[in-house]
Structure formats: C-alpha cells, structure tokens
C-alpha cells in the first residue's frame, strides 16, 4: 500500500474543504439573491401554492404569509425590488403635492394591523393601505369568512373589520417612527418621534421614504348605531386623533359589505356629517403637515343619483379624494379566459361576504369616469369650504386673542380668533421636501422674538405692546391678573417667531390646491390584475390604481410585474400612456 505523501495530502484536503465551501457560499448567496428579488418566479408559481396546499383555510393561508413577511423583514431576508427602475421617473405621478414614484399601491386589507408596512413598500408601491382599523378591539365575524376561487382568481371575504383596535395600531406605527428616528441618530423618545413628524428627515411622516405614502383605513366599530351619526362620527374621530399623526392619508371606510349598516352612512346627509368631523379632525393633528382625507366608496352604490350624492358630499365637508371602490355584494358570472367554476367553488358563491377578483375591472373603469366627471370640479351650487388653519396660525391667532382680550376687556371688542375666515380653500396633505440640505434645521427653535411676532399692523403693534408691558410688570397688577399674564408670557415663550410661521405657511401652501376648487384625487380599486388594465384605469381618471386580490394569487413579485407591464405597454407605438405618468 502507497501512503499519501505528508507534502500532499493535508494540501489538497484543504483546497478540496475550500472548494466545498467557496461553492456552497456562492450556492447560498445566489439563492439569497435570488429569493430576494421580487422578479423571481417562484414568488408566484411555488410560494403562493404551497401556501395554499400547506393551509386550507386561506385566512390563516394569509396570516402565515404575513408572518413570514414580517420575519424576512427583520432577518433582511425579506423580497424586494432589487432592480430600482422607478429611479427613471418614467412612472412619477404627483399625489396630494407629493411626487410618487409610480401609482401603484396595495388596498386595505393586506396589512389589516400594520405589522408589515415597511414588508410591502420594499416590493414595489407607491402607497400601502393598511387597516381597515376601528376604534375598540372587534373580532369580526365568525370563522371560516373567507373562501377560496382560484380558477377564477378570485376570493369572498367577511371578515367583518377584525381590528386590534386604534390605540394597538397606534403604538405599532409610533414605534416604527421611533425606530427610524433612532436610525437618524436622533433618539428614540417623544422629541425624536416628534421631530420626524415634523419633517426634519425630510421624507413623509406616514410613509417615512421619499417618494411613497403611507395609508390608513379606518372604520366604526360594529356595535356603534349607523343611525346614530354623532356616535359614527365619534368613532371616526377617534381614529384620527390616534392614527392620524403616523398617517400621510386616512381612508374613511363607509363601504364594506361585511359590518351591518354600514353602507347606509353613504346617503349624502350622513356621510358630509361624517366627513366634516373627520377633516376637522384632521386639521387638528398635531404635526406640521397634516393627513389627507378620502372616503372609500361601494361598487354597489353605483347610480347617478347615489354617485352625485357622495360627490356633494366630497365637495361640501373639503374631503381630498375618493377611492372607487371595495368588495362587491353581486356575484358575477365566470370569466371566458379562465376557467369555469368547479363545484366547491359554485358553493362558496353561495356564502355571504364581499367578491374580489378580476370579475370587478370593467365596473370599476366605469365608475372611475362617473367619478371623475362629477370631481374635476365643484359644483356651482355648492359654496367653497373655509380654509383651515395651520397648527402655527392657529396657535397664533389662540394668543393674540388672548392678549387683546387682556388689554380691551370690552364684550364688544373681543376677536373672534377661532372663527374668522383666512381664505377660500381648504389644504389638503402638504409637500415635504424629500432631499433635505445639509443646513436643514429643526421645525421649532427657541424663539428670539416675542410679542412683536404677532403684529402685523400698527394697531396690532399698539394691542401686542401693552399687553408685553403688563406681562413685564406683574408687580403692578392684582395678584389673579399677574397669574393669567404669566401664563400668557409661557404662550409668547413658546410662539416661534414670525418669520418661521411665514416659512411654515409658505411650506405648506407649495404644490398645493389654493381653495378645495381643485380636482379631487381618485384611488381605483377593483379587478386591477396587470399593467394594462392598471394603465387603462388612470386614463379613466384614476390618479392611483390599487391591487389586492391580484398580489393574494400573484405573490411577491405581482407589483413589480405589472410596473413592468405598464412600461412595456406605454412603449408600444399604438399605445397611449396615461396622463399622469411622467416620461
């Protein structure tokens, strides 16, 4: 027997361990690329199909993907689009004083708890929707409530609004600014949290990437009386006040088929109630820019006299857009391009609940051109609504009252600082610059000027100037008075100078309709499968068109699929590109 000689055999069992290892890294590294990249096929002919032999039910089908989304996501496994092509631009839509990268965007429904908001934006929208989101925890309806039409490529859902309520949600998408103001180096406390929304990392408080939005839909709770509208419009509210900080748009649900009574708050006298609280309500959020509003409509109410009723409501309570539509009631017949209905499936038609799929497009084109002719313009018979005030000028306007108040204690004199119109026009989300400077600055910094910021005539001058000197001089005054004139020294303290109020307002009326004439914005959901039919729906009108159903068969890499489409179509010598779309 010949034994290996000492010189050769420990080298070449190394290089033959090198070797192993070297194609074994490469082996993994072209999988984990692979994988990663929503232009992979197996996201939709192997993922999407062992998830649905793997569980039967397609409700827990949908909570297993999610699950495996959220933890790809923290690993850094997660699916993504590693060829950027909307940095061409060729896609760019503007959306409420924002530029999109494309206008594609994920429905409701997909993300109902915001647990993968950032999971979704790296496969290719422009705008997430999640939720819908009611103010107290609800169950939804019964299990099973969601049934299967895969030869049709299409589903039935009653889910019912199964939400976690607004305060869990909330704190979901508090702590995701938190974790991102952490990431600038800023901390992750209230101040930190604060200061993202305010725009200092100059990217979109929802959203928190340049050029994408993030969407909340919101809802009443089902043991909430429809015919109780104070009580409906208390819930909406709610939402807002606890979502709408973390939100660059609310969605006002009023068109799911599945909470009883719901649709009947689309009669136009209840839905403008609805609505004027929820866009006061918006206004009233605590951050620089404020969320946009729009209501998400049925498919069902479909009639000239139900559209032209939504429509004025729209336009009376200063709504921003409207998403055209949801899930429908009707169960259309099969599709002659697909396959037809098998006998289960014939069953599950049987069930109640809302249809998606495919089914859908040719209603929703349609309904997109209804709504576009009725919003493109206010109705002459219906007066623009008053602009609101931003945060700044509004807490301005709360302490020049104030200080006349104090020094003009005549009934007769005292401003009517909350109530008197500014103009014409209500603002809807503002721009925020989405590539800061490098001398970029803080919103608030410590006031250099006090009292004189809140001139702006010499009788105001006059008002401001003794109400400083009063405030200066305590000592001379009872001591009740110079308790009040401290607290209003604090509200001078805390006023930013006049010139950065200017700067704010300024700020947010860039890019941004002057008065609520303005052309509403339109979200088309419905049927939407491919870039063509995306294509075809904003010619329709539609400034944004919205995938659900498609992305449940679709998988990972459907929203990259259909941007790829569009461009493809939109290159076609015959073709049209749509209006919207920036070459």
Request: proline share 8%.
């Amino acid at each position: 027997m010949r034994l290996p000689s000492p010189s050769t055999g420990p080298s070449r069992s190394w290089l033959l361990n090198f070797s192993y290892g070297a194609t074994l890294a490469l082996g993994l590294g072209i999988v984990y690329v692979y994988f990663t990249d929503t232009r992979a096929s197996a996201h939709r002919y192997i993922v999407v199909p062992a998830l649905r032999m793997i569980y039967r039910d397609p409700e827990e089908a949908h909570h297993a993907g999610n699950q495996a989304l959220k933890t790809l996501w923290d690993l850094g496994l997660y699916p993504r689009e590693r060829a950027d092509l909307d940095q061409k631009g060729d896609l760019e839509v503007e959306v409420f004083g924002h530029i999109l990268r494309n206008p594609v965007a994920t429905s409701a429904g997909i993300d109902k708890h915001a647990e993968i908001p950032d999971a979704l934006f790296a496969i290719g929208p422009a705008i997430v929707e999640i939720g819908g989101t009611t103010p107290l925890p609800q169950d939804g309806n019964p299990k099973p409530r969601v049934f299967r039409l895969p030869s049709q490529e299409a589903m039935i859902n009653r889910y019912g609004l199964n939400s976690q309520g607004a305060d869990h949600v909330a704190s979901r998408l508090r702590d995701r600014v938190r974790r991102f103001a952490h990431s600038l180096g800023l901390g992750n406390d209230e101040a930190a949290e604060k200061a993202v929304l305010d725009g200092i990392a100059g990217v979109p408080p929802g959203s928190l990437i340049p050029g994408k939005l993030l969407a909340v839909n919101i809802a009443k709770n089902k043991i909430t009386p429809e015919d109780d509208v104070e009580a409906v419009t208390n819930d909406y509210v709610y939402c807002v006040e606890q979502l709408g900080p973390y939100a660059d748009i609310l969605v006002v649900n009023v068109s799911s088929p599945n909470t009883p009574g719901l649709r009947s708050l689309q009669q136009a006298d209840k839905l403008q109630t609805i609505l004027s609280g929820v866009v006061k309500a918006a206004h009233a959020v605590e951050r620089r820019t404020r969320p946009a509003v729009m209501v998400k409509v049925s498919p069902d109410e479909d009639s000239d006299v139900q559209v032209a009723g939504i429509c004025d409501a729209v336009w009376a309570a200063g709504v921003d857009g409207v998403i055209v539509g949801n899930t429908t009631n009707r169960r259309p017949k099969s599709l002659l391009h697909l396959a037809d209905w098998t006998p289960l499936e014939e069953q599950h038609l049987l069930e109640t609940g809302g249809f998606s799929g495919p089914h859908l497009f040719d209603r929703t084109v349609a309904l997109v051109k209804k709504y576009k002719k009725l919003l493109a313009e206010r109705p002459p018979s219906l007066k623009p609504a008053q602009r609101q005030k931003g945060a700044l000028e509004a807490e301005a306007g709360k302490i020049k009252a104030e200080l006349e108040a104090k020094s003009d204690p005549s009934p007769t004199s005292e401003p009517d600082a909350v109530t008197t119109p500014i103009d014409n026009g209500v603002v809807a989300v503002q721009p925020i610059t989405e590539h800061p400077s490098s001398d970029q600055q803080p919103l608030v910094d410590p006031p250099q000027e006090r009292a004189t910021d809140l001139q702006s005539s010499p009788a105001e001058q006059d008002t401001s100037d003794a109400a400083t000197q009063q405030v200066e001089n305590p000592s001379t005054q009872p001591p009740e008075v110079s308790a009040r004139l401290e607290a209003i020294r604090e509200d001078l303290d805390r006023l930013p100078p006049k010139e950065q109020r200017d700067a704010v307002d300024q700020t947010e009326s860039d890019g941004q309709p002057s008065s609520t004439d303005q052309p509403k914005v339109i979200f088309a959901t419905g049927g939407i499968t491919n870039g063509k039919q995306a294509l075809e729906v904003l010619n329709a009108g539609a400034n944004v068109a919205m995938v659900y159903t498609a992305l449940v068969y679709g998988g990972a890499g459907t929203i990259t699929r259909m941007k790829d489409e569009m461009r493809a179509e939109m290159k076609r010598p015959a073709g049209e590109a749509h209006p919207g779309a920036r070459k």
